[in-house]
């Protein structure tokens, strides 16, 4: 009987023991599947508060913005697709290397921050529009021969009037500039565009174009500076023109540059070939004519102490009279450089020696002495040289001051016109205020000498203030 009731039992607790393993079995599933579902919340949760957090410091940033120092004007520069300048920064009442052509589109020491570019809705375009207007009071103790400009080649030798003193006032070195860059696929893209008003006499403001060009990634093409000349080594005066031994020309030209190491370059450039003649030995209606373009090679080293320019040139000169022609070769070579010394003081200078280059001298240039036609039917290209040294002293942040002596000369030869110029000196000296990025005044003393090549004489001390308001700086 006990055993027959243990058999009827068996199968009830069979069952029972089963239905408690499955629902062990589902809650340990169930558990599992929570857990799960807990760990993936918690994830999220890590995740939203690490978004937060992220976007806390914006928000806080854009409500209140904190001025960059003036170190990370940087981000300025890179923002129109330039990188940053290597040179010491420094000031200049003229600016004469803002429209410079440089490598990588870079600024210039005069504007490292690029400051005053605004976006052109709908495109990567960013457009600047600057300029100042200046104006000079002038005085002079002799006849100068320009009311505007501080020219000692210009100086009226042996003249009756040579001895009126003269006062003036203008305000023709007043600048427009205009300015466009951009990022490309083949690098940085500028467009530049610069005026004054310096094309007609001391009575008018003709408009007068100094750059207009445009360059992307290294290459350059258009009017502007020469390459001959070394833009960032002009010394700081009041007086527009400097003096007389500088490479100064604007010319057209096509400029390639070949960047190499840290702050090195090489730029190779064809411009605009003039031949500017003197005649002698009876040659009547002789005049200039050119062949090809001048070369222009020049080799540079930019570190955060200034920079190092060796440029050469070579021109092919020529004339032609009815049916007589003739050719010779001028060529030039050039030294200068800037280089900081104590503080903020700078060292300028400049050195240029050679053949036919009389046209990319200030001084000389336009006075027909690149080469002398004659006697006979011979074109012989005439020696030239001219230099410079200039030092910026900053007294204070808005005080500075400069002092500048510079030569210029074509040696003596026969067959020249007695009232050629020979050999010219140019001094200056200034004190400079900028109490405000946008505002300069101060007062320049300057001094010149002129001989010419029959032995004639003349001088001049002129005194001249300034007032600039910059648009932009």
């Given amino acids: 009987m006990l055993l027959l009731c243990g058999l009827l039992a068996a199968p009830a607790v069979f069952a029972q023991d089963t239905d408690n393993a499955s629902l062990r079995e589902e809650n340990s599933r169930l558990r599992a599947e929570v857990d799960a579902l807990r760990q993936s919340v918690q994830r999220m949760e890590s995740r939203l508060e690490a978004v937060e957090n992220r976007r806390q410091p914006a928000a806080q940033d854009r ?68 300029g100042y207007a200046k104006l000079d009071a002038i005085a002079d103790n002799h006849g100068a021969g320009n009311d505007t400009q501080f020219i000692p080649a210009l100086f009226p030798a042996g003249a009756d009037d040579r001895d009126h003193s003269h006062f003036n006032m203008h305000a023709q070195q007043t600048r427009f500039t205009f300015e466009a860059r951009r990022p490309t696929d083949y690098g940085s893209l500028r467009f530049y565009l610069e005026n004054d008003f310096l094309g007609g006499d001391a009575n008018s403001y003709q408009f007068h174009l100094r750059h207009a060009y445009g360059q992307i990634g290294n290459t350059y093409a258009g009017y502007g500076y020469s390459s001959f000349m070394d833009a960032d ?44 003649i003197s005649t ?6 002789a005049k200039g004519a050119t062949q090809v373009p001048d070369l222009v090679i020049a080799l540079r080293r930019e570190r955060d102490w200034g920079h190092v320019q060796v440029g050469a040139l070579m021109r092919r ?7 007589s022609e003739s050719h010779t070769t001028g060529w030039g070579v050039a030294l200068s450089g800037a280089w900081s010394t104590v503080g903020r003081d700078l060292l300028m200078a400049s050195a240029v020696y050679g053949r036919g280059i009389a046209r990319y001298l200030s001084d000389t240039s336009g006075s027909g002495l690149d080469a002398l036609v004659g006697p006979g039917t011979d074109i012989r290209a005439l020696k030239a040289w001219g230099w410079y040294g200039a030092y910026t002293h900053y007294w204070s942040a808005h005080w500075r001051s400069n002092l500048v002596y510079g030569e210029a000369r074509v040696p003596r030869r026969k067959g020249l016109e007695q009232t050629s110029f020979g050999l ?33 004489r003349a001088n001049d001390t002129r005194l001249q203030g300034s007032v600039q308001y910059s648009f932009i700086k």
């Avoid at 921050?113 to 457009?127: M, S």
């Avoid at 002698?280 to 209606?285: D, K, P, S």
């Avoid at 000169?317 to 049916?323: E, S």
């Fill in 280 to 285: 002698t030995g009876g040659i009547a209606n």
């Fill in 317 to 323: 000169l020529g004339y032609t009279a009815g049916p």
């Fill in 424 to 456: 010219s000196d140019y001094a200056a000296m200034n004190m400079i205020w900028s109490p405000a990025p946008t505002w300069t005044m101060g007062v320049e003393l300057l001094h010149g000498k002129l001989e010419q090549q029959g032995g004639n």
């Fill in 233 to 276: 080594s002009l010394p700081d005066t009041l007086d527009f023109a400097g003096p007389g031994g500088q490479m100064f020309l604007l010319q057209p030209g096509i400029h390639q540059a070949f960047p190499f190491g840290e702050g090195n370059s090489l730029t190779i450039a064809g411009e605009r070939p003039q031949t500017e």
């Fill in 63 to 130: 409500a209140a913005p904190t001025p960059a120092p003036r170190s990370q004007g940087v981000s300025t520069v890179t923002a129109v697709g330039a990188p940053p300048t290597r040179l010491p920064a420094q000031n200049s009442v003229s600016d004469p290397g803002a429209g410079a052509s440089r490598v990588d589109n870079a600024p210039p020491p005069t504007d490292p921050d690029l400051k005053g570019f605004f976006d052109v809705p709908g495109t990567e375009t960013k457009i600047r529009i600057g």
